[in-house]
């Protein structure tokens, strides 16, 4: 992205950070993300349906079957004929004839059968075709109508949306960032600042990063207040309005910035001088007459005009004793060291009053103990103007320098603001030291920050969230191979002896008459016989028999065997949200806000802070609404064929 300079642009379309609603930055949204694509499937070929084929399939088999047999038979009788004919037959000729035409005749009927079914078929095809092309260049003229509409409608979506501050944000911290990206950051929050509310800028960075709001501020007609300290010290007001015994405060508390514990007694008697020179000098009290006063205080000649001639002599003669000014001299010196190059702190400034836009900016200059006093002295300055405000009070930006500032300067000023009600936005250059420390006292914000020590720090704000990553891989690959021989060899001898004794006795005896008729003189005639016998048999018997028997057998065994096995180990572990190395490799306009949600879970919102964003196209000033896919034009489609004049197949 290639943008111009803000302070080389034409300043009308700049004038858009005015607009309404306080931003912190821009986010990004690629308009073609949000593209819906055509919902209606493409239309697809319908199949023939199986009745078609199967018919047409039967009709073919059947007319190759009947061509087969009605040739085959035909063809057998017309021979059979012919053979008759040669024998000498015209009327066998003729049949002959006869039978070969049915023959062909019968075959072309059975022809025009699956000739019917075939066109059935093709038939069929060519509707079912006429169909899909139908619906295909329908649902194709639909197609493009819907990608003619989507274009129109990412056409006209914004790409880029402002990042709201939101209502409830009273203090935010942004760490991090070179000049160049917390001027940008300035210029897009406090352009969109003085939309609604004053503003007070705080620039203790010495490269004036307020300038190009100042200057954009001057083009938009907004009353601007810039004070350059030291160089403009003169017409500075940051001394302005505050009464005696504050400005009194806030020199001793400049002066003792880094020593507010230690020095209690040298505080006490610093301010008791100051005081009592202050009621001598009555109620037009300034650096330069407080200077004069501490001069005469220790009898140095002052050619100055600050201090009238009764003024100087009542000083030097009778606010203090000799011996009292002998025991101050150390702190009437370091007082007078730290006044003197501020006498002119406001001497130019009139009855100008503060600019709906206050600058307070230390510029360029090497350091010195002068400059860091106008800075303490500075934030001193709002933060005790901004209690005592009657009306509401203004918005405060804080840019601090490398030097930073005392904590207790920053605590007094959010506890003022807070009190208030005024928000306040702390630009913290560095996450080291002080601004560690009060980091997540607010709404808070990071840019790049190139140290690894400060983005570690950053990202353990940010926390931590649990995982389950591959914690172990285990590949096993093993082979097993086993060989086993046996041999058996055995003999055995049996041997058995049978004895066997055996007797049989037997007697037998018998009776027999028998008579006859013969006719006759005698007719009758009788016989009778008897029998008698008897037996006996003895058996007597051994037998011996041996038995020897040998087996031997071998048996081999041989097996193979092999495994294979794969494991992968997962741990649960505890990741950054975002990593030191993803802070430190932010881009330069890059600023990264943190939200933590009531349970404790953290939302972080890009921005880009780049002031001239508004310079492209399709750039709003409002925070982009959300913008679903629209949802597709309804249509009555019944499987890609819905419209057709001949309606569904």
């Known amino acids: 992205m290639t943008v111009q300079n803000a302070k ?76 008759l004919a040669t024998m000498g037959g015209a009327t066998m000729a003729v049949l002959a004839v006869i039978a070969a035409a049915v023959t062909a005749a019968l075959v072309v009927h059975a022809g025009q059968s699956a000739t019917t079914a075939g066109s059935r078929l093709e038939a069929k095809r060519a509707e079912l075709e006429h169909h899909f092309q139908y619906a295909w260049q329908s649902w194709h003229q639909r197609a493009l109508q819907h990608a003619a509409a989507q274009d129109h409608r990412v056409r006209g979506l914004d790409a880029w949306g402002a990042l709201p501050a939101g209502p409830a944000m009273r203090r935010l911290d942004i760490f991090g960032g070179s000049q160049r990206s917390r001027e940008g950051f300035l210029t897009v929050f406090g352009t969109s600042t003085l939309q609604q509310q004053p503003l007070i800028v705080l620039d203790l960075t010495q490269a004036l990063i307020c300038e190009e709001l100042s200057a954009l ?49 040298a505080r006490a008697l610093d301010t008791r001088i100051l005081q009592q020179l202050c009621g001598v000098l009555g109620a037009d009290v300034t650096p330069a007459r407080l200077g004069a006063g501490l001069r005469a205080l220790m009898g140095e000649i002052d050619d100055t005009e600050a201090l009238t001639r009764a ?66 002295l500075a934030v001193q300055s709002v933060t005790r103007r901004l209690a005592s405000f009657q009306e509401t009070a203004p918005s405060v930006v804080l840019a601090l320098g490398e030097q930073g500032l005392q904590r207790r300067y920053l605590e007094q000023l959010a506890g003022v603001c807070e009190r208030r009600g005024a928000q306040l936005t702390v630009l913290h250059p560095h996450l080291r030291e002080g601004s560690q420390e009060v980091i997540g006292g607010g709404t808070v914000g990071f840019m790049r920050l190139g140290n690894h020590q400060e983005a ?3 990202a353990d704000f940010l926390g931590r969230h649990h995982s ?48 006859s008729y013969q006719g006759g003189p005698n007719p009758f005639s009788t016989s009778s016989s008897s029998s008698s ?20 057998s071998t048996s081999h065994t041989s097996s193979d065997g092999t495994s294979t096995s794969f494991a992968r180990g997962r741990q649960r572990v505890y990741e950054y949200a975002v990593e030191p190395t993803q802070l430190q490799a932010l881009a330069d306009f890059s600023l990264l806000l943190v939200e933590r949600r009531p349970d404790g879970s953290v939302t972080v919102h ?13 750039v709003s000033t409002q925070p982009l609404p959300y913008a679903a896919p629209s949802a597709p034009a309804a249509h009555a489609v019944q499987a890609g064929y819905a419209g057709h004049p001949g309606g569904m197949p």
């Open 606 to 618: 890009p921005a880009d802070c780049n002031p001239n964003v508004v310079l492209l196209d399709r």
């Open 311 to 376: 003024e100087r002599n009542r000083i030097a003669d009778d606010l203090l004793g000799d011996k009292n000014k002998d025991q101050m001299r150390d702190s009437l010196l370091r007082l007078a060291s730290f006044l003197h190059p501020l006498e002119r702190l406001g001497a130019e400034r009139g009855g100008r009053g503060p600019g709906y836009l206050t600058c307070i900016a230390l510029d360029f200059t090497t350091g010195s103990a002068s400059t860091e006093l106008l800075g303490d």
């Open 468 to 515: 389950f990553v591959l914690h172990s891989l285990t590949d096993t690959d093993g082979t097993t191979v086993s060989t086993s021989v046996a041999k058996t060899v055995g003999s055995s001898v049996s041997t058995g002896t049978t004895y066997s004794e055996s007797v049989t006795r037997g007697s037998n005896w018998g009776n027999s008459s028998s008579s």
């Open 533 to 552: 016998g008897g037996s006996y048999s003895e058996t007597t018997g051994t037998s011996t028999s041996t038995t020897r028997s040998t087996n031997e």
């Open 8 to 83: 080389a642009a034409p300043p009308g379309r700049h004038l858009r950070l005015f607009d309404p609603g306080q931003r912190l930055g821009w986010t990004y949204r690629d308009p073609e993300s949000l593209r819906s694509p055509f919902p209606e499937p493409e239309p697809q070929r319908q199949p023939i349906p199986v009745a078609y084929e199967n018919r047409a399939h039967a009709a073919r088999l059947a007319h190759e079957d009947r061509k087969g047999s009605t040739a085959k038979i035909g063809g057998g009788i017309t021979v059979v004929l012919l053979l």
């Open 456 to 458: 570690g720090i950053a």
């Open 217 to 265: 501020a001057e083009l938009a007609g907004v009353p601007v207040d810039v004070q350059l300290l030291p160089s403009r010290m003169a017409e500075s007001g940051i001394v302005s309005g505050l009464t005696s015994h504050e400005l009194v405060d806030s020199l001793v508390e400049a002066v003792y910035a880094e020593d507010s514990e230690g020095s209690r007694a």
